[in-house]
C-alpha cells in the first residue's frame, strides 16, 4: 500500500511539473520545432519571429529534416512561416515546441519579365585602360 502511495505521489508531481512546463515562453527562450506539408519534412522554410510592427526580430531556416530553432525576443511577438508555392502562416508563441503544417497556395500570383533593366545611364564611357 505503501509503494502505490509514493508512486502515486511521484506520478502526481510529474504530471505537475509537465503543467507548469507547458506555460507561456519567456524571452530568451529557445523557440523550436518542425514544418511539414503533405509529404513530409520541408527544409529552407523561413521562420521569422514578427514584432507588433512586423519587423523581423529573429530568424531561422529549416534544416534537412525540417527542424529550426532561435531565441525568443518577445514571447507577445508572432510567428511567420513562409516558403515559395505555400501558404504563409502567421502564428502566436504559446510554446516553446511548434508544429507547422503547410499548405500549397492554389495560385501563384503572375510574374511580368521585361527587357528593360530599369535604370538609365548617365551616358559617360568608361575609360579602357592600356594593357603593359
Known amino acids: 500500500m505503501k509503494k502505490r502511495l509514493v508512486l502515486l505521489a511521484f506520478l502526481l508531481q510529474v504530471a505537475a511539473v509537465s503543467l507548469f512546463a507547458q506555460s507561456k ?3 530568451g527562450d529557445t523557440i523550436s520545432g518542425i514544418v511539414c506539408d503533405s509529404l513530409g519534412p520541408m527544409m529552407m522554410v523561413n521562420v521569422t519571429e514578427r514584432d507588433s510592427s512586423d519587423l ?7 534544416d534537412f529534416w525540417g527542424y529550426f ?3 525568443l525576443v518577445n514571447p ?3 510567428i ?7 501558404e504563409t502562416v502567421n502564428i502566436p508563441i504559446d510554446t516553446t515546441f511548434i508544429e507547422i503544417k503547410m499548405k500549397e497556395q492554389d495560385d501563384l500570383p503572375p510574374v ?3 527587357t528593360d533593366p530599369g535604370y538609365k545611364t548617365t551616358g559617360i ?8
Open 25 to 27: 515562453p519567456h524571452a
Open 80 to 86: 511567420r512561416v513562409s516558403y515559395v508555392g505555400y
Open 112 to 114: 511580368e519579365i521585361t
Open 69 to 71: 530553432s532561435f531565441r
Open 125 to 132: 564611357p568608361i575609360p579602357i585602360r592600356d594593357s603593359q
Open 56 to 62: 523581423v526580430v529573429a530568424h531561422s531556416v529549416t
Open 76 to 78: 507577445d511577438d508572432r
